[in-house]
């Protein structure tokens, strides 16, 4: 009986050294308190390329720091509470990494910015000159787009351009847009485009004065006479843009097209051509100088 209580007691004994023995081990440290960072601000764009940094902690640090994209470590302030200043940061996307180092420790905080400094730049639209029939383009520079915008008309209009569709050439982008002109035909309009990119930078093209033409010619009276290898054309044409009549003879071995009239004398063009004998198939195109058209089918037999 005397053995077992000495035997109790020694283990009781060895619990209580090692449970004192681990107390004694823990070390506790608690850094003080988190970083406010103020800016910048999370997921903010900025149109300069200063970006102020602006941040406070509860207690006094040893070093500030700070690392962009996972770069090397730049000193803020030290020995201090809070930092603001402006800092220059390169256009793009931004990891920031501030530090808060003690001498008993560090502690950090994150923040994702972008920055956007370079305002887009419209190079060229068109048409600049002849007639607009509805198709126009643009040619612009700018690395993040977010808007693009035809305006036209005599009274505001606009069109809102797909930017995702537009052609991509180096640091340039060709972008096309066909608007319904048919309500201002043989008008006078203007148009000038916008754009605007992520951080609200945005340029504006030049206003183009010019006139649109979207209806084809109108041919009012056609009849052609044969006599012998020769025919004469007869054509009215009604078209304030006119530019020309062509023909192709598609019972040539090697059909071409080929200069009917170049003018109008009232409206009217009358000329004559010599054909090969046998069967003709004939295609005659009336072109304004806006690229509408209108053609006319005539078959005869030259004997």
């Not at 103020?38 to 902690?57: E, G």
């Not at 920055?115 to 509805?134: C, E, H, Q, Y």
């Not at 977010?146 to 060709?174: D, M």
Request: glycine share 4%.
């Amino acid at each position: 009986m005397k053995k077992l209580l000495l035997i109790t007691i020694g283990i009781l004994l060895i619990e209580s050294v090692l449970a004192f023995n681990a107390i004694q081990n823990i070390t506790v440290i608690i850094l003080p308190g988190i970083i406010d960072v103020f800016s910048p601000v999370q997921d903010a764009v900025y149109n300069n390329r200063m970006v102020l940094i602006n941040l406070s902690m509860s207690a006094n640090v040893s070093y500030f720091k700070y690392a962009d994209n996972g770069g090397s470590l730049r000193t803020l302030c030290r020995k201090c509470d809070s930092y603001s200043k402006k800092k220059p940061f390169d256009d793009g996307f931004h990891e920031l990494t501030i530090f808060g180092i003690f001498n008993i420790g560090t502690v950090y905080n994150y923040v994702n910015f972008m920055v956007d400094s370079k305002k887009p730049r419209i190079l060229k639209t068109n048409p600049r000159r002849g007639f607009a029939t509805g198709f126009f383009e643009v040619e612009f520079e700018e690395e993040n787009p977010v808007s693009l915008f035809l305006n036209y008309g005599n009274e505001l209009r606009n069109a809102e351009l797909n930017i995702s569709e537009c052609e991509k050439k180096k640091t340039k982008r060709i972008c096309n847009v066909s608007v319904e002109l048919a309500d201002y035909d043989l008008q006078e309009i203007e148009y000038w485009f916008n754009i605007t990119d992520i951080a609200g930078n945005s340029d504006e093209s030049k206003n183009i004065s010019i006139d649109v033409d979207v209806s084809a010619p109108i041919i009012s009276f056609f009849n052609y006479s044969i006599n012998g290898e020769y025919v004469t054309f007869l054509l009215n044409i009604t078209e304030p843009n006119f530019e020309e009549v062509d023909y192709i003879d598609w019972s040539d071995l090697n059909p071409k097209w080929k200069k009917l009239c170049s003018m109008l004398k009232n409206n009217i063009c009358k000329t004559k051509r010599k054909f090969d004998a046998g069967l003709r198939n004939v295609t005659i195109e009336i072109t304004d100088e806006a690229g509408n058209s209108v053609s006319e089918n005539v078959e005869f037999v030259i004997v």
